[in-house]
């Protein structure tokens, strides 16, 4: 089977940072994305991990350890246009098979 | 680059009646595509994934009658709603994965249609 995890909801102020979990479990494994998605819009791709270790861009950070089966998404100098849901997603086979976490909602307060 | 057209991004329809999704790549060619459901505040549901020239292979739960898929070109790719019921009603978001950047790349995303079935 295939699943992952994620916080269903996170907090926090302008110019805090956030952390955003995702632990995943799939049969096989071709790299980790993050996508953020506005209400009512379509996901757009933010980061991808296919080797273990701290991805960054802009404010932005990306980590992955695929011995743990876990990466993480830092978002850094909160902006109230970041409250949106943040979804990480696993290929789990050579550019099929894209699969979903269930999606953590941010939601970033003045 | 990597643009991912979809059309329409909203249509209401009555129960009963079809309704066609388009999903094209603009500057690249789509080898792959995905078909992508979404619920309110829930996650991505894969219906099914598209390979130009074959025929589509569905999730399991997904019925190949009712939601069929055409991907004719290395561009276009359809999903049409067959009979369409107020429990069709959803975000549907096509997705395309091809020779941008590797097979390893990120999907790149339509920005999906609103379906409402009155």
């Known amino acids: 089977g295939q699943s992952l995890e994620q916080p269903s909801e996170v907090t926090a102020v302008e110019g805090a940072i956030v952390q955003i979990n995702c632990t995943y479990q799939t049969s096989g494994f071709y790299g980790l994305s993050w996508y953020q998605q506005h209400d009512g819009g379509a996901p757009t791709f933010l980061s991808y991990?296919?080797?273990?270790g701290l991805e960054e861009t802009g404010r932005f950070s990306s980590f992955l350890s695929r011995s743990d089966s876990y990466g993480y998404l830092l978002l850094q100098e909160l902006q109230m246009k970041d409250s949106a849901s943040y979804f990480c997603a696993v290929s789990d086979n050579y550019g099929q098979n894209f699969v979903f976490g269930p999606g953590t909602r941010l939601s970033v307060l003045p | 680059g990597a643009v991912v057209s979809q059309h329409p991004s909203w249509v209401i329809c009555k129960s009963g009646t079809s309704v066609k999704i388009e999903c094209r790549s603009l500057?690249?060619?789509?080898?792959?595509m995905f078909w992508y459901r979404q619920f309110p505040k829930q996650s991505l549901m894969l219906m099914a994934t598209s390979n130009e020239g074959s025929k589509a292979t569905y999730e399991q739960g997904v019925e190949k009658d009712k939601f069929l898929i055409n991907h004719a070109s290395l561009t276009l790719s359809t999903l049409t709603v067959t009979s369409a019921h107020p429990e069709d009603s959803s975000f549907y978001i096509c997705s395309a994965a091809g020779e941008v950047g590797g097979f390893d790349s990120p999907l790149h995303f339509g920005n999906g249609t609103r379906l409402t079935v009155t």
């Open positions: 500057d690249f060619q789509a080898t792959t």
């Open positions: 991990n296919a080797l273990d």
